[in-house]
């Protein structure tokens, strides 16, 4: 159990950097989505909807039980949960669309948004509906919550961010009634449900890897820090991080984070990448040193083989930001993006070798 005191031998305690709220405000949407709570990748795949056979085996609903094919495209839609209207997109690619229609289930990616950022601004910053068409999964992109409802947008991954964490916003209910909303509505394989985000919306990926481990299949952080204030998932969870080792919004090293103005009453220091590597290799019974490979200006540790059958990853990009590799700067003022790893593309591999136990 992870519980949020002192963590690294610090008294002090940790909170998510406004690196990740700020990043979409004040430094632009860019900083904290695009640049902007205590982790084998081979070659990319093409689709990978569960068969009829399969699905009735892995225990997901029978035909007649599951939700007809849905319509390739993209639609905004929105729940009430708590007494709040959430907003979120759904992306169906057309692959996805004609698996479900010869009976098969469908795997589900939900990206989280950086603080001050939106569902819309994520999904460009990420390419992830792209990669949704190159390998047939559902892609969904939630909003967080703001005092101007459409912008400056944050989540409560627990000691942070912004508007949620300060009015005790429950975007873990939100994110639950979300994916019960889609199981409803999208023939959804409930084995392979996953979950990222980029800063303040790595840090609820983490918080969501914590507290719904017996839902979420995988969970992967973009920048993000692990700012829970408590972690003790109920599995082994598969983890992967991808963090540029001169980001001072969130830093990788941690620390006090360089933007502040969304922050006000709240801590400034995050975690650092290394605690949350220790953390999650100890849950999940992995060495605690990786092998290391490194091709210009990319490090990757793989923390394995794990006892628990889980697997714990990390990209380090040396000399970036805070940004989404691979992905798209949003905002002039971001941190510039760098090309590789494509982590969209990483993190899916990742995933569709780490399906939920059976």
Same mark, same amino acid.
């Given at each position: 159990m992870m519980s949020r005191g002192?963590?690294?031998?610090?008294?002090?305690?940790?909170? /998510?950097? @406004?690196?990740?709220? /700020?990043?979409?405000?004040?430094?632009? /949407? =860019?900083?904290?989505?695009?640049? %902007?709570?205590? +982790? @084998?990748?081979?070659? @990319?795949?093409? @689709?990978? +909807?569960?068969?009829? =056979?399969? &699905?009735a085996a892995s225990g997901v609903p029978s035909a007649s039980a599951r939700p007809? =094919?849905?319509? &390739?495209?993209?639609?905004?839609r929105s729940l009430t949960v708590g007494g709040l209207e959430r907003t979120y997109r759904v992306h169906v690619p057309a692959a996805a669309t004609r698996a479900a229609a010869g009976g098969a289930v469908l795997p589900v990616v939900v990206v989280l948004h950086g603080g001050g950022g939106s569902?819309?601004?994520?999904?460009?910053? $990420?390419?992830?509906?792209?990669e949704a068409d190159r390998a047939g999964f559902l892609a969904v992109y939630p909003d967080g919550t703001g005092r101007l409802r459409t912008s400056l947008l944050t989540w409560n991954a627990g000691t942070c961010c912004g508007y949620a964490h300060q009015n005790n916003i429950d975007d873990v209910a939100f994110l639950s009634a979300l994916l019960d909303r889609l199981g409803r509505e999208y023939p959804v394989d409930t084995r392979r449900i996953y979950v990222t985000g980029m800063s303040n919306g790595g840090m609820m990926s983490y918080r969501i890897g914590c507290e719904h481990a017996g839902r979420v299949a995988a969970i992967a952080a973009v920048s993000g820090a692990l700012d829970t204030v408590t972690c003790t998932p109920s599995r082994a969870v598969p983890v992967i991080a991808f963090h540029g080792t001169a980001d001072v919004r969130v830093r990788y090293d941690g620390g006090e984070s360089s933007l502040d103005s969304l922050r006000k009453g709240e801590e400034k220091v995050d975690r650092s990448v290394? *605690?949350?590597?220790?953390?999650?290799t100890r849950r999940d019974g992995c060495p605690a040193t990786p092998t290391r490979t490194q091709q210009g200006d990319v490090r990757h540790d793989v923390y394995g083989p794990c006892s628990s059958g889980a697997a714990v990853e990390l990209y380090s990009i040396v000399g970036a930001g805070h940004a989404w590799p691979g992905g798209t700067q949003t905002? %002039? *003022? =971001?941190?510039?993006?760098?090309? $590789?790893?494509?982590? $969209? %593309?990483?993190?899916?591999?990742?995933?569709? #070798? #780490?399906? /939920?136990? %059976?």
């Open positions: 002192r963590a690294g031998g610090s008294g002090r305690r940790r909170v /998510l950097a @406004a690196s990740a709220l /700020l990043t979409g405000a004040v430094v632009g /949407l =860019a900083a904290c989505g695009t640049s %902007a709570p205590g +982790p @084998a990748v081979g070659s @990319a795949s093409g @689709a990978t +909807p569960v068969s009829t =056979a399969a &699905a007809p =094919a849905p319509r &390739a495209g993209t639609v905004d569902g819309r601004q994520v999904e460009q910053q $990420s390419g992830m509906s792209a290394a *605690e949350a590597m220790t953390f999650w905002r %002039a *003022e =971001a941190d510039a993006v760098p090309p $590789s790893p494509h982590a $969209s %593309a990483v993190m899916w591999e990742f995933f569709r #070798h #780490h399906p /939920l136990p %059976a």
